[in-house]
Nanobody, 121 residues
Framework: QVQLVESGGGLVQPGGSLRLSCVVSGFTLDYYAIGWFRQAPGKEREGVSYISNNDGRTNYADSVKGRFTISRDNAKNTVYLQMNSLKPEDTAVYYC??????????????WGQGTQVTVSS
């Protein structure tokens, strides 16, 4: 059974950092690419970053380039999203998903339940 579980969200001040984790089960990280997405209230879900399953290639949305870093630990079946220099506009529910590897949600078959990130002073 494929499962993805996010953790690490919370309340942080502007300029602060958080690290999100996505623990996967039912498959190994060399089988699916893993993407991070986010959805703010009243907005559509948007792709934030992904890491490919074969060569570990990464990609980022322009809005987070230089601030967010995606990485994976194959031994722990975990993908991380390190978020630095957080801004209030980064506030959203963050989801990880398993699929083909793109910033479009349409390429993903399995989703986690999400973790809330709130950036506020």
């Amino acid at each position: 059974q494929v499962q993805l579980v996010e953790s690490g969200g919370g309340l942080v001040q502007p300029g602060g950092s958080l690290r999100l984790s996505c623990v996967v089960s039912g498959f190994t990280l060399d089988y699916y690419a893993i993407g991070w997405f986010r959805q703010a209230p009243g907005k559509e879900r948007e792709g934030v970053s992904y890491i490919s399953n074969n060569d570990g290639r990464t990609n980022y949305a322009d809005s987070v380039k230089g601030r967010f870093t995606i990485s994976r630990d194959n031994a722990k079946n975990t993908v991380y999203l390190q978020m630095n220099s957080l801004k209030p506009e980064d506030t959203a529910v963050y989801y990880c998903a398993a699929g083909v590897g793109s910033l479009s949600e349409w390429g993903y078959d399995y989703w986690g339940q999400g973790t809330q990130v709130t950036v506020s002073s």
